[in-house]
């Protein structure tokens, strides 16, 4: 495999990096970097306004921790970085190696404002449980209907007497229990009766 001359290399990375700023937008910052002069290591960099930089600034790391990794030559891909103002960036670092050379492309992608759109999306399309969820857990049933009139009335099943059976049916009755289907045989096992008990308390009421 042929390995690129210096300046052939160079030439390459910037025409690379021009290419992906302009395919990305303003929003993205390309920026090459000598490794092997630090303390000017940008040569080329295209929209340095993300991180206010420019040819000719020292080498500064944005999202990247390990740092002896970096100087070592590990490519760091889409790590998060953040400016100095605290505007949020996605940040890949790659290294190019020669005999002569050591150079880095970095690209850095203001996020911020997609941020904020993406918290804005999230309340647009949050919802609920669905409709046939909330439709069946907001319509009562046989069973929630007797547990609430059961404590209304204050007393455990065991202990109701024949009182508080009959009123038990006419609470019962006010919250439209026997409107269900099979209502009668399902109370009159609540309540430990005969089906015939509950049909006597009802006619009792009426």
Partial sequence: ??????????????????????????????????????????????????????????????????????????????????????????????????????YAIGINYDYTHLELAKSVLAELTAVGAPIEEELHASAPTLDSIFEACLQRLGKPVALLNREDRLQMIALLSEQGAFQFAKSIPAIAEKLNVSRFTIYKYLKERS
Avoid: W
């Fill in 1 to 102: 495999m042929k390995v690129l001359q210096k300046e052939a290399a160079l030439e390459f990375l910037d025409r690379l990096a021009a290419g992906m700023a302009q395919m990305f937008g303003p929003s993205c910052e390309v920026v090459i970097h000598d490794m092997n002069n630090k303390e000017s290591s940008i040569v080329s960099i295209y929209h340095g306004e993300v991180t206010k930089r420019q040819v000719g600034d020292s080498l500064s790391i944005l999202g990247v921790q390990k740092l002896d990794e970096f100087f070592e030559g590990r490519d760091f891909v889409n790590s998060q970085g953040k400016t100095k103002e605290g505007r949020l960036l996605k940040s890949s670092t790659f290294h190019l190696r020669g005999e002569e050379y050591h």
